[in-house]
């Protein structure tokens, strides 16, 4: 963080400014900053030094080939390569699908209708357009809909 309280705002943006014509800052034209902007000479210098300080590198090349570096991204565990986690999330993937079809199985072809309808099709279709589908209001639609999620959330539960 550069500036964190009005003041400091305030002067990072006019020092910005200053030093686009200025470029360094003597002592008396930091003087003259931190009495034109009512605050004290150390802040002046102090942002000033920051914002003349460069970026640093938070993952450092090594000075050589032979030498390994000592940012974290040389040490630290890279889990999206672990064979066996991938396997395991592969299967777990697997088990859910084959959990939620089989709960669907057990509802009715309209309920079943009305969820793929809604929630596992592209477009998703509408209350409106489902209720003039199977005859009946928008709000039966969504009653049933609730009811089959309650079921389908039962044996998923189970």
Not at 25 to 46: F, I, N, R, T, Y
């Amino acid at each position: 963080k550069i500036a964190t309280t009005k003041a400091q705002r305030k002067l990072f943006f006019n020092l910005r400014s200053a030093k686009a014509r200025l470029a360094w800052l003597s002592h008396d034209e930091a003087k003259a900053v931190a009495d034109d902007l009512g605050v004290s000479l150390k802040d002046v210098q102090q942002m000033e030094g920051r914002l003349t300080a460069g970026d640093m590198s938070f993952d450092p090349d090594p000075v050589d080939d032979d030498s390994t570096g000592s940012a974290p991204v040389y040490y630290l565990e890279d889990k999206s390569s672990d064979p066996a986690a991938a396997l395991e999330d592969a299967d777990w993937d697997t088990q859910a699908r084959d959990n939620l079809l089989d709960a669907l199985a057990l509802l009715d072809a309209r309920s079943q209708d009305i969820l793929r309808s809604r929630w596992l099709s592209e477009p998703k279709a509408t209350l409106h357009e489902l209720a003039d589908r199977y005859g009946v209001s928008a709000e039966r639609v969504r009653q049933i809909e609730k009811q089959a999620m309650g079921k389908i959330r039962g044996e998923l539960v189970a």
